[in-house]
């Protein structure tokens, strides 16, 4: 074993403090980068949330014509949810979306996977809307 690698086979991470600066240095352009990503579509996903919120509303109200009383007052429910999601996205700031999710996840994981592929369902739809 060179004293190149770890015994685990992998490349040994240099513990000089220029190599640390520049990985400090690397992740916060990355976190830069990734906040004025989401800077940038928080308008566009605020727009999307506030569409299906309306769209679900449709749908309640159709339920409501039909007799589904019961179950249109849960798709009340769920579009006055999602409504506040817009809301929310609209008027927090990056960090304080940042710091919701991080509670979201640490109090319930299970549904944190669940918001997360719903999430990029709705990405990979806002995606191929575009082109």
């Known amino acids: 074993m060179s004293s190149d690698t770890t015994s685990a086979g992998m490349p040994a991470?240099?513990?000089t403090p220029d190599a640390?600066?520049?990985a400090v240095s690397?992740?916060?352009?990355t976190?830069?980068?990734v906040k004025s990503l989401v800077g940038d579509s928080k308008a566009q996903v605020a727009s999307t949330l506030n569409g299906l919120s309306e769209t679900v509303r449709d749908i309640a109200m159709k339920?409501?014509?039909?007799?589904?009383?019961?179950?249109?007052?849960?798709?009340h429910s769920a579009a006055d949810s999602v409504a506040g999601w817009a809301t929310s996205v609209e008027h927090?700031?990056?960090?304080?979306?940042v710091d919701d999710a991080r509670s979201l996840v640490r109090a319930n994981p299970a549904l944190a996977?669940?918001?997360?592929?719903t999430t990029?369902?709705?990405?990979?739809?806002?995606?191929?809307s575009g082109r």
Not at 26 to 29: D, H, L, M, P
Not at 63 to 75: E, F, I, K, R, S
């Open 20 to 22: 640390l600066d520049a």
């Open 13 to 15: 991470i240099a513990s």
């Open 63 to 75: 339920l409501d014509g039909n007799g589904a009383a019961p179950l249109a007052g849960y798709v």
């Open 92 to 97: 927090k700031s990056v960090d304080e979306l």
């Open 26 to 29: 690397s992740f916060a352009k």
């Open 113 to 117: 996977v669940g918001l997360a592929v």
């Open 31 to 33: 976190t830069t980068g």
């Open 120 to 128: 990029g369902f709705v990405v990979a739809r806002i995606v191929r």
